[in-house]
């Protein structure tokens, strides 16, 4: 695709130190914007004080970096290392580690077709967790939007993904600590520094919610040590699995990969159905079509394969939601070798970010790209799209392994909380986004539910 660019030969433009620093600590979204949409494209580098990363934003360059050359831009270095302490060497591991074993391991729960025959499981958790809502709906009480989708969230990723082998206060207090952990870790990544005995502010809720992961996790890895067991939920599948020298997993590959899959769960799934109803709120025509669809689709009927299929519009806006706010906003990784990116040298030992809240706003390969326009994804107009302009579950060997979970999961929420309820929301417009390591709405958003009132047949 001939994107207009012209990249410019010899050195990455700089993006000198009183534009990024300290804005990129308390508003790192502000400067990645600014300086993305300056560039175009093109290859620059960022002047960060102690260190100083390219910023790859064009397509091309984004596929070069997650797929064409991927073995040659790891993750690792100082944005990975303090992700160590949760996440281990297993699937959310740094590269080199025991990253692959985990990704074949996990991999065949999470093909699209296995992932279809999981929506009746799905359907069931969703609908009991949204029937919570039936009592502040009745009586008009203003709800916690983050909450209650964490809420609806962590049950449906607990019964279908853990088969329940996690109890719900325990699941609610590592959701809990991952929240905290999002944005405690912030400082850490942003200044490189991984070892406990460099503090840093935020360090003591850090290390508390470090521990109660470990505290709900230890007995989960315990019960899959005395497997193998039945079954096709996580840690079954964790016990059953075997290393590539034949011998069962250790406790510590069997730790970080169940707390990956439950951070990677939970964590962006809740925040990207955050974001989605204040910003229907702000687009009522999108609210009106999706209302209509869900109406006319799934009524108060059960959703099956067919009305999945057919919720082309919710499905839309789900992935409009996904360009404008993709809850994985930044994906830095480190350059093992030196390489060339758009004739622009990149150093071996630096590290890149690539960045889908960059990306997928530039106006090179977006029309009108704030504006927020789910029709663009419908089927006719996709097309036209180069496949690294839309990533928000990334590409290549590390592509994210729950998007069909959270792709079915998503729809079945939004269209059951909406075949039962009208939204009004507490007219604080769309939140900024808080510094975290996810995409998060930077305050508490309010809304309140009615009962769709349905005429019952005859
Ligand atoms: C809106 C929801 C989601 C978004 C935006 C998202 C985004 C991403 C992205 C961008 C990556 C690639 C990271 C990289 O290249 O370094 C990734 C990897 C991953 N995601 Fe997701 N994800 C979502 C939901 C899920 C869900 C629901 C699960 C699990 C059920 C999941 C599990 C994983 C895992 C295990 C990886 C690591 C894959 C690997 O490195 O081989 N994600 N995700």
Same mark, same amino acid.
Do not use: K, M, N
């Given at each position: 695709m001939s994107s207009g660019v012209v990249a410019r030969r010899g050195k990455a433009r700089r993006i000198p130190i009183h534009r990024t620093l300290p804005r990129f600590i308390t508003n790192p979204y502000a400067v990645l914007d600014e300086v993305g949409r300056e560039a175009g494209g093109e290859v620059v580098r960022l002047n960060l004080g102690l260190f100083r990363p390219y910023l790859l934003t064009h397509p091309d360059h984004v596929q070069r970096v997650l797929r064409d050359n991927a073995d040659n831009y790891i993750r690792g270095g100082r944005f990975w290392r303090p992700l160590r302490h949760l996440f281990?060497?297993?699937?959310? #591991?740094?590269? #080199?580690?025991g990253w692959e074993h985990s990704r074949k391991t996990l991999q065949p729960s999470f093909t699209r077709k296995y992932v279809d025959s999981l929506l009746d499981r799905i359907g069931d958790a969703v609908r009991a967790g949204v029937a919570e809502l039936d009592g502040p709906a009745r009586s008009g009480t203003p709800l916690d939007v983050g909450e209650e989708m964490r809420r609806i969230v962590s049950r449906t990723a607990v019964e279908v993904l853990f088969a329940d082998k996690i109890s719900a206060v325990d699941a609610r207090r590592v959701v809990d600590a991952v929240d905290t952990i999002g944005t405690s870790v912030v400082l850490r990544m942003s200044l490189g520094v991984t070892a406990k005995s460099i503090p840093v502010p935020g360090d003591r809720a850090y290390w508390r919610a470090v521990r109660t992961v470990e505290e709900v996790v230890v007995p989960l890895v315990r019960q899959a040590q005395r497997g193998?067991?039945?079954?096709?939920d996580i840690i079954a599948l964790l016990s059953r699995a075997r290393g590539a020298d034949g011998r069962e997993l250790t406790d510590a590959q069997v730790r970080d990969d169940i707390v990956a899959m439950f951070v990677t769960a939970n964590e962006t799934t809740t925040v990207v159905l955050t974001w989605l109803w204040p910003v229907l709120e702000a687009n009522p025509d999108v609210a009106r079509q999706v209302h209509e669809e869900v109406d006319r689709v799934v009524g108060g009927r059960p959703i099956g394969q067919s009305e999945v299929a057919d919720l082309r519009y919710t499905q839309a806006v789900l992935d409009e939601l996904l360009r404008l706010?993709? @809850? @994985?906003?930044v994906f830095p990784r480190l350059v093992r070798r030196a390489d060339v990116v758009g004739g622009i040298p990149i150093k071996g030992g630096s590290t890149v970010f690539v960045s889908p809240f960059v990306t997928h706003k530039l106006k090179e390969f977006w029309e009108r790209p704030a504006e927020f326009d789910p029709?663009?994804?419908?089927a006719s107009r996709r097309?036209?799209?180069?496949?690294? @302009?839309?990533f928000p579950f990334g #590409?290549?060997?590390?592509?994210?392994?729950?998007r069909h979970f959270f792709q079915l999961k998503a729809l079945v929420i939004v269209a059951t909380i909406l075949s039962r309820y009208r939204p009004a929301l507490d007219g604080g417009g769309i939140p900024r986004p808080a510094v975290a390591a996810s995409l998060r709405p930077g305050r508490r958003i309010e809304m309140t539910l009615s009962p769709v009132e349905r005429r019952l047949a005859a």
């Open positions: 281990g060497d297993g699937i959310l #591991g740094e590269d #080199g580690s193998p067991a039945e079954g096709t706010y993709p @809850a @994985a906003w029709e663009r994804f419908l097309a036209r799209l180069h496949r690294y @302009a839309y #590409g290549g060997p590390h592509q994210c392994v729950g």
